[in-house]
């Protein structure tokens, strides 16, 4: 890979002295997908790293880090073009890097039910302070004639309160305007897409990539137990030269748990899982896979779309909030198992 595609830039290069550089495209907890020169590796950090760096110098994805001379080992991470970050979800005042080195962010929001000028806002504050230049992208402009919508009178209040920022409706079915979206960007420069879940962002995605990419779009790493943990990665290569990040919905950030702790809560998903060919099957593409054959499409999407995004939690927060937030989840589990027994309840009735 060339290191100009993936965004370096005398930025970077102006702070490297030593070792191999790399970007993060993927990263849970402890570890790391980066492209290099040679290709992509899997990359731990080094123990300095590890304990000198927790916070906001944690390696995130989009990060230029500094691999050690021929080895898979993470030593440093070099300073940021931009940083998108948050409070860290809970009473502590805690601050949560999402994701570095992004140039543009693509603000998404429905122009159904979803449309929300407050939030908007909220996703415009986040983008200034970032140092990302943002553009909002009103998806499911094909719905308009459908749902009876009234677009000049959205377009125009949005661009009230983008100032600004330029306001471009696009949809990801029919794939109107989406040719648009490399116009803001330079050749190297990297995009990140954030919005609520639901607004069209993997939809997006995987129209820009084109469909024979979307295998690629999963990774799975293996821990020193031997299991596997399968995450998605949050980094792509685009054509036309220019790179695209895609953070899961920020809204649903609120949700933290284990991964372990989600399974508790799709026992059925766990039983089905025994009949599947592989052990660590991920029922995403195994042949042989019990789970996708159970008719329970869309409870299976909701599991896999919860992991990725508990998955992205759980590298972003440390084990203060990872404790509180584990507290409030356990209630939450209490209650969803509460709500299916007296979902079965019912249907023995
Ligand atoms: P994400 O959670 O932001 O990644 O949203 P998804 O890409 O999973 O999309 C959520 C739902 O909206 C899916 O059922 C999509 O098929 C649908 N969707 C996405 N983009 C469009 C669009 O442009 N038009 C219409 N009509 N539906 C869309
Ligand atoms: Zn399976």
Redesign the pocket.
Known sequence: MILQELGWNDFFAAQLSHGTPGRVASAIREHFLVWTEEGEIEARPSGRLRHSARGRKWPSVGDWVVLRPHEAVIEQVLERKTTLCRKQPGKEVREQVLATNVDVLFI?SGLDHDYNPRRLERYLGLARESGARPVILL?????VAELNLDLDFILTETRKLALDVEVLPV????GDSLDRLPVYLSRGETAAMA?S????????LNRLLGEELQPTQTVRFGDDRGRHTTTSRELFRMPGGWLLMDLP?LRELQLWTDIEQLDHSFDDIQSLAKNCRFRDCSHLSEPGCAVRTAGIDERLANYQKLQRELAYLQRKSDAGAAREERQRWKLLEKSMRAASKSQNKNRER
């Open positions: 998404v998806n499911k402009m094909d719905l949809s990801a079915t029919s919005g879940s639901g607004v069209g962002k993997s939809t997006i919905g």
